[in-house]
């Protein structure tokens, strides 16, 4: 099996991609391909047509053809292809469970500091930030803040952010953490439940060699 991505090496979106593709042992099983973010080719007609009509990495390309574009979808492809879902869920309720905390992770921290990037710093440059809202962005951030918040609170309570075992779910928010590391935003020292956690899931190979590779460095 070859599988082919399309992404931005250093990005927090597709870092998920990264640590499911590790944690599933099928790094190696991918050619990856670098998009330039830096010089809007996401944005290109011709990337859209062929790849993702939202103008986003990660996309991933099967053998046949096939574009997975999103990056929920593309962890659950992966999950999926053997009988371990371990970062998906085995039992209906484990699926419900890890997919509304990721959604949940993605929508209160990752994609609000996302928001926040677009918006209130240059973001990636007027080729790619067309139209930009700084109170938005501002607004979006504050989001984002409680959203760590929330989190820390849930996990005073479990081990992972969806329950007992770590997941798809864990993976979301790691991503809205090296967001927020990558734009330099402390997170409050009383979050301790939310700190050791982050701690406890950069020990695992998969995530260590996610961190905050650079993403601005352009
Ligand atoms: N909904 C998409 C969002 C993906 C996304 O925002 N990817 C970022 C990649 S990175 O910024 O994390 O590297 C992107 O393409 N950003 C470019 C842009 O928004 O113009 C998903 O979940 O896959």
Do not use: C
């Not at 509304?100 to 929508?107: D, H, I, P, S």
């Amino acid at each position: 099996m070859s599988l082919k991505i399309y992404d931005w090496p250093t990005g927090p979106f597709p870092a998920r991609v990264r640590i499911a593709l590790a944690e599933k042992g099928l790094l190696s099983k991918v050619e990856f391909e670098r998009v330039n973010l830096w010089k809007a080719e996401h944005k290109s007609a011709e990337f859209k047509q062929k790849f993702n009509y939202s103008g986003t990495v990660p996309v991933l390309e099967l053998e046949d053809g096939t574009i997975i574009a999103e990056v929920n979808a593309i962890i659950t492809y992966l999950d999926n292809l053997d009988d371990n879902q371990f970062l998906t869920g085995r039992t209906a309720a484990q699926k419900g469970v890890i997919l509304n905390m990721t959604r949940r992770a993605e929508l209160e921290v990752q994609e609000a500091i996302s928001t926040y990037f677009h918006n209130s710093t240059p973001g990636l440059g007027p080729q790619v930030e067309i139209y930009q809202n700084k109170e938005w962005g501002i607004y979006q951030l504050e989001k984002g803040l409680r959203g760590l918040r929330h989190f820390d609170d849930v996990l005073q309570n479990q081990p992972y952010v969806a329950g007992d075992e770590f997941s798809m779910a864990d993976i979301a928010l790691i991503g809205g953490m090296l967001f927020v590391s990558v734009m330099n935003i402390e997170v409050p020292s009383d979050l301790k439940a939310l700190l050791a956690w982050y701690k406890k899931v950069q020990e695992r190979p998969s995530v260590k060699q996610q961190a905050d590779l650079g993403f601005l460095d352009g």
